[in-house]
């Protein structure tokens, strides 16, 4: 028995010391090391989502949001994140007023002071979590809370908080103890189960040194597991990141990409992993690295910046640019963790802004120079027409005046086109000839293009379509432009073509909404690069644009889509790579009335004999406009200003039957002046012309019954409008009689 008892005692003492050991020291330091752990990690989870809140910080800072988009966006984020075994753990934000501003679980604490808010021992944990936070910027606190999300269950919890401190809110999560003793409950039950079989299997010391083996080994694999799911966690986080996220080593050195930056850059992880990745411009290469070097040595360990970055395709994006260091064993750097931005479509707005006020206050400019130049053609036009009536048969003279008047028309459609770029032009739809438009707009390319591209025209239809001359020259412009520069710098064909068809009723199963009728075809073709099959649904959106930054705003073919359409029309493209591009615009075309002779003539002018009093603050003008109407037959006070038409008018309301006033006057405008004379006679004709149809206030002239003519005006024009207002009136009056 002895011998038995001298065996079992050493085994028995070992059993001994082994519990003693067991449940002194190794399950309370297990518990501290579990529980640190937690600790860890939710340490880990709350530094993350401070990183998270530094992005939407960089866009606020970098204009892309404002600061209440920003926090609505973040707060709304971090109610979604979760993690956890059940993926049921989550964050919470409270402000350092003590306001709740994001809960998961508890949406009706959001908006509400937590100043009095206690667990149920009584425990203020909301005030304690800010003053920790308002000492020490971090740190851990206990309170008993709901599981989860269960309000009926009630379990202690260790919570980590953290400030951020730009916006003043503290962020928390944290981990049930719960959990924590549950395990060490789990561990020590089964320590005990193997004391107790240590104890019957006495003499089986070497087993018990086996399976301590064996449970030390487990234990190991547990923490390794706990390790591999903390960084899964981490990973995760990354990967569900919008903005692309690389981590460097200190040699700059690529050793982390995540999905948004391969969608972003379009480089795969097996191209630019282990390696310095190839995207940042020669320009920008020694201010990257010095500004890297500044970051590993500054004590904040952080840089904000904008700049550019190139994809693999070879398009320049700019971004914004957030690094920050990390630290590995003692504290000493080990690589860097830099969050990117696509601010590119932010800086190609405020381009376009910028280049929309520089061509409105080109556009003003332009409008100007043009009123000025219609007063002046205006006389010409008036006083060269009135020396035709003067000249009898004298065909040298007429032959020289009719050059003028022909000038004078030249001038007066350039100045409309003027109008037309300073968006002062109505630019109403007329018969327009294609033919001549596409002829004009070639040779105006002609002279700005390369010489190694050869131009080929097939320009034989004469067909007329009903639409504005200068948005037809635009949109042949745009597409002639668009085709050029697709060959640039290699030079091909530029080809532009005319073809009239009739469309049948159904006939065209790809033109939908398309009225049967007779169609004209533009069609223009080049020999460039072609474009590519996944962007080609999209050339007509507005702003989509293939070119860099500066070359191009993307808006050259929505343009022309919106004017094809605008007059009944539609716009297509074919292209394949490699094989140039062909554009082709259908447009309704219309007959022609039998062109004119082009001679001056005062035959079939209507003409009258009733009182005009004709207003102008341009002497010229107002002679010449006075003496074409007396021409015409009319009775005429001319003035040179609307005070002193107003006093004539006033002095004798009954004696006129037509108010003529230009509209930019001194004193009153010519608008001003003919509402004082609708208020002593209503439903007074009157006619206002101008420079620019755009000085006019269309709304209001038409509420007021007035005519709106443009400058400058020849005889036979003036004569039909000067009719046609009398006469519309004179009509109406009838009709209000006989009612």
Not at 232 to 255: C, E, F, W
């Amino acid at each position: 028995m002895r011998k038995y008892l001298g065996a079992f005692f050493p085994s028995a003492l070992a059993v001994a010391l082994i519990a003693v050991s067991l449940f002194v020291f190794i399950l309370p330091e297990t518990e501290r090391s579990l529980l640190k752990k937690k600790q860890d990690f939710i340490r880990e989870t709350t530094s993350i989502v401070i990183s998270f809140l530094n992005t939407y910080l960089d866009q606020v800072e970098s204009g892309a949001l404002s600061l209440a988009e920003a926090q609505h966006r973040a707060r709304a984020r971090v109610r979604e994140f979760r993690y956890g075994p059940e993926n049921k753990d989550y964050f919470w934000i409270i402000g350092l007023d003590l306001v709740t501003l994001a809960h998961p679980y508890r949406p009706d604490h959001e908006g509400q002071d937590q100043s009095g808010l206690t667990d149920i021992k009584g425990k203020r944990f909301m005030v304690e979590a800010v003053e920790l936070v308002k000492t020490r910027g971090e740190g851990f606190f206990s309170y008993h809370w709901q599981w989860q999300d269960d309000p009926t269950r009630v379990e202690e919890k260790l919570s980590h908080v953290k400030l951020f401190k730009p916006w003043g809110w503290v962020v928390g999560t944290g981990v049930y103890l719960g959990d924590v003793r549950q395990e060490i409950i789990a561990l020590t039950r089964t320590f005990t189960y193997m004391g107790l079989v240590a104890v019957l299997l006495v003499g089986s010391l070497t087993g018990f040194i086996s399976w301590r083996r064996y449970q030390s080994d487990r234990t190991k694999q547990m923490a390794e597991q706990a390790l591999l799911e903390a960084y899964a966690k981490h990973h995760a986080v990354l990967q569900a990141s919008p903005n692309p996220v690389i981590l460097y080593d200190q040699q700059g050195r690529a050793t982390f990409i995540n999905p948004a930056f391969s969608r972003l850059f379009g480089y795969s992880p097996e191209e630019v992993l282990g390696r310095p990745i190839p995207y940042i411009p020669a320009e920008y290469q020694a201010a990257t690295t010095e500004g890297s070097q500044r970051v590993y040595a500054s004590q904040e360990g952080q840089a904000h910046f904008e700049s550019v970055r190139i994809a693999k395709d070879g398009r320049r994006l700019s971004v914004s640019v957030s690094a920050a260091v990390f630290r590995g064993g003692g504290g000493q750097p080990a690589g860097m963790v830099v969050c990117l931005a696509d601010i590119t479509h932010i800086k190609q707005s405020e381009r376009a802004l910028r280049q929309t006020q520089k061509l409105e206050a080109l556009g003003t400019l332009a409008g100007g120079i043009a009123h000025d130049f219609n007063n002046i053609l205006g006389a010409i036009t008036g006083f060269t027409e009135l020396a035709l009536t003067r000249l009898g048969d004298q065909q040298a003279p007429r032959q020289h005046l009719h050059k003028v008047l022909q000038a004078c028309q030249r001038a007066k459609e350039l100045i409309r086109q003027i109008l037309t770029f300073a968006r002062s032009s109505d630019g109403a739809p007329r018969p327009v000839e294609v033919r001549v438009i596409a002829k004009e707009v070639l040779h105006l390319l002609r002279a700005t293009l390369p010489a190694n591209i050869e131009m080929k025209t097939t320009l034989d239809s004469h067909a007329v379509v009903l639409a504005d001359p200068t948005q037809i020259h635009q949109m042949l412009m745009n597409l002639c432009t668009n085709a050029a520069q697709a060959m640039d710098p290699g030079g091909g064909v530029l080809a532009v073509g005319l073809r009239e068809f009739n469309l049948a009723a159904g006939g065209q199963a790809d033109s939908p909404g398309l009225k049967p009728g007779p169609y004209l075809e533009i069609s223009v073709r080049d020999s460039g690069a072609g474009i590519a099959p996944e962007i080609l649904d999209k050339i007509f959106d507005p702003f989509f644009t293939t070119k860099g930054p500066s070359e191009g705003t993307g808006l050259g073919l929505a343009v022309v889509h919106g004017i094809a359409a605008k007059y009944g029309g539609r716009v297509s493209v074919e292209s394949q790579p490699g094989q140039g591009a062909a554009f082709r615009v259908w447009l309704p075309t219309v007959d022609q009335a039998a062109a004119e002779d082009g001679q001056w003539s005062l035959d079939g002018v209507p003409r009258g004999g009733e009182a005009i009093l004709l207003v102008d603050d341009e002497g010229d003008l107002v002679e010449a406009g006075r003496q074409m109407l007396e021409l015409l037959g009319y009775r005429v006070t001319a003035l040179g200003s609307s005070a002193q038409a107003l006093e004539a008018f006033q002095a004798g309301p009954q004696a006129f039957d037509l108010l003529f006033s230009d509209q930019i006057m001194p004193g009153l405008s010519g608008l001003d002046l003919a509402r004082e004379v609708l208020a002593l006679r209503p439903g007074l004709p009157v006619i206002i012309y101008s420079g620019r149809s755009s000085q006019v206030p269309e709304e209001q002239a038409r509420a007021l019954g007035i005519t709106i003519l443009a400058k400058p005006l020849d005889l036979a024009s003036l004569g039909r409008a000067v009719r046609q207002v009398l006469d519309g009136a004179a009509s109406g009056a009838a009709s209000r009689g006989g009612r």
